[in-house]
């Protein structure tokens, strides 16, 4: 379900092409006691997953992170449908990393708890690591590696087997169309490319949940538009919690959106259903000969806000009404040239919900 | 074996900056050259020989005479009217080489026939020897002035082992050097976790173990390659090994592991990797000190004796000078070694701990 897909960004272009025996007895023994120890403290307590409802993946419950004084996340409650795509759209500093790195057990939560497909995170983070892939909003790459020996890191520590692993860092590489520079220490690489390694060690392990803070920051358009229909190919199969400033990236990805500013959900919906909450933003922009004071006047008595700049009267109110408004006019004396209503977009309700623009 | 792919992926990062590399490994080496060129001795200075003048002839006289004159050398004075007075300053460490001049030398110069001179030295120190021989040859070969065969016949003496300086300065320096190493060790931790890395590998299933054996583990060939280093260069140097070097090694290599562990916990503590590198040298030079990495601590006030005694860089220090140059064996030495052992488990222990509470900030 995703009604806001726009037309104009489903393109039927080709996205294909983006694609020790050194180590005495005693050593050996100390560093299997050590392991023994530092693993012992970290399974317990053994807590079975709680019973959520099945079908949430994602669910935090007062989740609340305060740095020093300042609140970062306000006990926020956020329930995540499995295979569902959730965008938290919100400005700088609204506090949507500070989720995701709590959700992804790095970050501790002041208060609350959320759990991730029924495991605690705090309880249980090592189970929660196992199933999640997280691309981090900095750039998150070993700079002497190559792409390869990049996303065999990840993927060994999650244990694939190296079979499996060649044959999907392969796929990813190809979609990512980083194949030919695959064996370059990626240090050498350029920022968008770096990026786009980076995204995809999020995805070699092919995880359940995948949290995307910023995935597109600082790509061109086409590796965003690649990075966008890869991301869409997961629609449905895994769950997907991404974060970004763009709005048509939530609009045209997201099956819901959260708009997040200083640390709170401010609306939650489909992108129609936000759009519709704020239907009294409608404006009607009309050019008109002959808007003397007595015509502002008149109009200002009836509708909610209506400014005038010569030879241009924008009207916002609920429900506009197009004839009414034309046939009033000219009641009053004025000419109307033309005339146009526009509907609300997903930066009017982040504008009315926030007050405040988005970066780009 | 998630420790094994971190610790792949560290090795990585640490042998393909070659820089960085060429810094860890030249260390050791600058480290125990300068000192032993310092403190060491005989390495540039000339060669302090004894002559033992049997022939006491006019031309033996002359001989010695011109001896004197070579910059290379530094004849001891007097010169000995017999062997046993050189013998005995060798065999007490006085001398370390000598030169015999046998009776009947100024009867064969004379006579033009074959000349014998001998050289006896301590066998403690070979190289001496071997510098030694073409400076009294091409002496000789410039006295005589025409061409008679002349033999110098090399004598080496078993010589009770005299406690020299670089004997205590090398075991001393190559724990120091293991110390520096603190200041390398977390520097990849500090920069991943400054890029956001480190945070990216915490959102794995890896644990804290695998962190610390992962980014402690790539360091384990630089401090064999030091301590080897520390070994090779004291032994040119003059070092005198009659003990099990295996077992001097292992001591050397377990103090290594404790500084790796400190620091992997100055590595997980520090904010930014000039904190992880300029912070260790606060301690690690005042502990080298009091832990006798240059003189002997036995003289210190109790107290400062005490903290020594209580940290593992003492108990290297004496352990491995204790095998190398007296040459005892592991009975002797087990205490410190246990100690030493103990110490290294601790301080992953430690590690780990810490680690864990850096995880879930
Ligand atoms: N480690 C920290 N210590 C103190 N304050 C922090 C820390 N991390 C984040 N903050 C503060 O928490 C608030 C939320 O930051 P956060 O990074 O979550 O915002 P964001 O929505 O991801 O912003 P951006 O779009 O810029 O990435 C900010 O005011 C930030 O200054
Ligand atoms: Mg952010």
Same mark, same amino acid.
């Given at each position: 379900?995703?009604?806001?897909?726009?037309?104009?960004?489903?393109?039927?272009?080709?996205?294909?092409?983006?694609?020790?025996?050194?180590?005495?007895?005693?050593?050996?023994?100390?560093?299997?006691?050590?392991?023994?120890?530092?693993?012992?403290?970290?399974?317990?307590?053994?807590?079975?997953?709680?019973?959520?409802?099945?079908?949430?993946?994602?669910?935090?419950?007062?989740?609340?992170?305060?740095?020093?004084?300042?609140?970062?996340?306000?006990?926020?409650?956020?329930?995540?449908?499995?295979?569902?795509?959730?965008?938290?759209?919100?400005?700088?500093?609204?506090?949507?990393?500070?989720?995701?790195?709590?959700?992804?057990?790095?970050?501790?939560?002041?208060?609350?708890?959320?759990?991730?497909?029924?495991?605690?995170?705090?309880?249980?983070?090592?189970?929660?690591?196992?199933?999640?892939?997280?691309?981090?909003?900095?750039?998150?790459?070993?700079?002497?590696?190559?792409?390869?020996?990049?996303?065999?890191?990840?993927?060994?520590?999650?244990?694939?087997?190296?079979?499996?692993?060649?044959?999907?860092?392969?796929?990813?590489?190809?979609?990512?169309?980083?194949?030919?520079?695959?064996?370059?220490?990626?240090?050498?690489?350029?920022?968008?490319?770096?990026?786009?390694?980076?995204?995809?060690?999020?995805?070699?392990?092919?995880?359940?949940?995948?949290?995307?803070?910023?995935?597109?920051?600082?790509?061109?358009?086409?590796?965003?538009?690649?990075?966008?229909?890869?991301?869409?190919?997961?629609?449905?199969?895994?769950?997907?919690?991404?974060?970004?400033?763009?709005?048509?990236?939530?609009?045209?990805?997201?099956?819901?959106?959260?708009?997040?500013?200083?640390?709170?959900?401010?609306?939650?919906?489909?992108?129609?259903?936000?759009?519709?909450?704020?239907?009294?933003?409608?404006?009607?922009?009309?050019?008109?000969?002959?808007?003397?004071?007595?015509?502002?006047?008149?109009?200002?008595?009836?509708?909610?806000?209506?400014?005038?700049?010569?030879?241009?009267?924008?009207?916002?109110?609920?429900?506009?009404?197009?004839?009414?408004?034309?046939?009033?006019?000219?009641?009053?004396?004025?000419?109307?040239?033309?005339?146009?209503?526009?509907?609300?977009?997903?930066?009017?309700?982040?504008?009315?919900?926030?007050?405040?623009?988005?970066?780009? | 074996?998630?420790?094994?792919?971190?610790?792949?992926?560290?090795?990585?990062?640490?042998?393909?900056?070659?820089?960085?590399?060429?810094?860890?490994?030249?260390?050791?080496?600058?480290?125990?050259?300068?000192?032993?060129?310092?403190?060491?001795?005989?390495?540039?200075?000339?060669?302090?020989?004894?002559?033992?003048?049997?022939?006491?002839?006019?031309?033996?006289?002359?001989?010695?005479?011109?001896?004197?004159?070579?910059?290379?050398?530094?004849?001891?004075?007097?010169?000995?009217?017999?062997?046993?007075?050189?013998?005995?300053?060798?065999?007490?460490?006085?001398?370390?080489?000598?030169?015999?001049?046998?009776?009947?030398?100024?009867?064969?110069?004379?006579?033009?026939?074959?000349?014998?001179?001998?050289?006896?030295?301590?066998?403690?120190?070979?190289?001496?020897?071997?510098?030694?021989?073409?400076?009294?040859?091409?002496?000789?070969?410039?006295?005589?002035?025409?061409?008679?065969?002349?033999?110098?016949?090399?004598?080496?003496?078993?010589?009770?082992?005299?406690?020299?300086?670089?004997?205590?300065?090398?075991?001393?320096?190559?724990?120091?050097?293991?110390?520096?190493?603190?200041?390398?060790?977390?520097?990849?931790?500090?920069?991943?976790?400054?890029?956001?890395?480190?945070?990216?590998?915490?959102?794995?299933?890896?644990?804290?173990?695998?962190?610390?054996?992962?980014?402690?583990?790539?360091?384990?060939?630089?401090?064999?390659?030091?301590?080897?280093?520390?070994?090779?260069?004291?032994?040119?140097?003059?070092?005198?090994?009659?003990?099990?070097?295996?077992?001097? @090694? %292992?001591? &050397?290599?377990?103090?290594?592991?404790?500084?790796?562990? +400190? /620091?992997? *916990? $100055?590595?997980?503590?520090?904010?930014?990797?000039?904190?992880?590198?300029?912070?260790?040298?606060?301690?690690?030079?005042?502990?080298?000190?009091?832990?006798?990495?240059?003189?002997?601590?036995?003289?210190?006030?109790?107290?400062?004796?005490?903290?020594?005694?209580?940290?593992?860089?003492?108990?290297?220090?004496?352990?491995?000078?204790?095998?190398?140059?007296?040459?005892?064996?592991?009975?002797?030495?087990?205490?410190? @070694? %246990?100690? &030493?052992?103990?110490?290294?488990?601790?301080?992953?222990? +430690? /590690?780990? *701990? $810490?680690?864990?509470?850096?995880?879930?900030?």
């Amino acid at each position: 379900m995703c009604p806001c897909l726009s037309p104009g960004l489903v393109s039927g272009s080709s996205f294909g092409q983006y694609g020790t025996k050194l180590e005495p007895h005693t050593i050996k023994y100390a560093i299997i006691i050590i392991t023994l120890l530092g693993e012992m403290r970290l399974t317990s307590p053994k807590v079975e997953p709680a019973k959520v409802s099945d079908d949430l993946a994602i669910q935090t419950l007062n989740l609340t992170k305060i740095f020093n004084s300042l609140v970062a996340v306000d006990s926020i409650e956020l329930n995540i449908k499995k295979g569902e795509l959730f965008a938290l759209l919100g400005p700088n500093g609204a506090g949507k990393t500070t989720t995701i790195n709590m959700l992804c057990c790095l970050l501790k939560p002041t208060g609350g708890t959320a759990k991730i497909m029924g495991y605690d995170i705090l309880k249980q983070p090592f189970k929660v690591k196992e199933i999640i892939g997280v691309s981090p909003q900095e750039t998150a790459i070993s700079e002497r590696l190559n792409c390869w020996e990049n996303l065999s890191l990840i993927g060994k520590i999650h244990g694939i087997n190296a079979k499996e692993l060649k044959i999907r860092s392969q796929q990813l590489l190809e979609t990512m169309g980083l194949t030919e520079r695959a064996k370059d220490q990626v240090r050498k690489f350029s920022g968008g490319m770096k990026r786009r390694l980076s995204i995809i060690m999020a995805l070699v392990h092919s995880p359940e949940i995948l949290f995307l803070d910023e995935p597109t920051l600082g790509l061109d358009p086409q590796a965003r538009r690649a990075v966008w229909e890869y991301i869409v190919r997961f629609k449905g199969e895994k769950t997907i919690l991404l974060t970004t400033h763009y709005m048509e990236e939530a609009d045209f990805l997201a099956d819901r959106i959260g708009i997040m500013d200083e640390g709170k959900i401010d609306a939650l919906g489909t992108s129609t259903e936000l759009k519709i909450s704020i239907l009294e933003k409608h404006t009607m922009i009309i050019y008109a000969w002959n808007l003397t004071q007595k015509v502002i006047n008149e109009m200002r008595g009836r509708y909610k806000e209506v400014e005038v700049t010569d030879g241009t009267m924008i009207i916002t109110d609920k429900k506009l009404d197009f004839k009414e408004i034309v046939d009033r006019l000219h009641s009053l004396g004025a000419i109307v040239r033309s005339a146009y209503i526009k509907e609300p977009t997903l930066e009017d309700v982040f504008l009315t919900i926030t007050g405040k623009e988005l970066r780009e | 074996m998630r420790f094994w792919e971190i610790s792949k992926r560290n090795l990585k990062e640490l042998y393909r900056d070659p820089v960085a590399l060429g810094f860890l490994l030249g260390m050791p080496l600058a480290f125990i050259l300068i000192f032993s060129f310092a403190f060491g001795g005989q390495a540039t200075r000339p060669i302090s020989i004894g002559v033992v003048d049997e022939d006491q002839s006019q031309i033996s006289a002359a001989f010695v005479s011109c001896l004197e004159n070579i910059p290379a050398l530094e004849v001891v004075s007097p010169v000995y009217e017999s062997e046993s007075q050189a013998e005995e300053e060798l065999d007490t460490g006085g001398l370390s080489i000598y030169l015999l001049i046998p009776r009947g030398f100024g009867e064969a110069v004379e006579r033009r026939q074959a000349v014998d001179l001998e050289l006896a030295y301590n066998e403690a120190d070979p190289m001496l020897s071997q510098r030694a021989v073409p400076v009294v040859r091409a002496v000789a070969l410039e006295f005589l002035n025409i061409p008679v065969p002349l033999n110098i016949e090399l004598r080496e003496r078993e010589v009770e082992i005299k406690d020299e300086y670089i004997n205590y300065l090398v075991p001393g320096m190559a724990v120091f050097g293991l110390m520096v190493l603190i200041t390398s060790v977390g520097g990849i931790m500090v920069r991943d976790r400054a890029k956001g890395f480190l945070s990216r590998l915490m959102t794995t299933p890896a644990r804290p173990s695998d962190f610390i054996f992962g980014y402690t583990l790539p360091f384990i060939p630089v401090i064999i390659i030091s301590v080897a280093i520390y070994l090779g260069v004291g032994v040119l140097m003059g070092l005198s090994i009659i003990g099990n070097l295996g077992l001097a @090694f %292992l001591i &050397l290599f377990i103090i290594g592991i404790c500084c790796l562990g +400190i /620091g992997m *916990i $100055l590595g997980t503590l520090a904010k930014s990797e000039e904190q992880a590198s300029a912070a260790p040298w606060i301690f690690i030079v005042p502990l080298a000190m009091i832990s006798g990495s240059w003189w002997s601590v036995e003289q210190m006030p109790s107290v400062i004796r005490g903290i020594a005694e209580a940290l593992p860089f003492l108990h290297a220090m004496d352990a491995s000078r204790a095998v190398l140059t007296r040459g005892v064996g592991l009975e002797a030495v087990k205490d410190d @070694f %246990l100690f &030493l052992v103990g110490w290294a488990v601790v301080i992953f222990i +430690i /590690g780990i *701990i $810490l680690f864990r509470r850096s995880m879930r900030s």
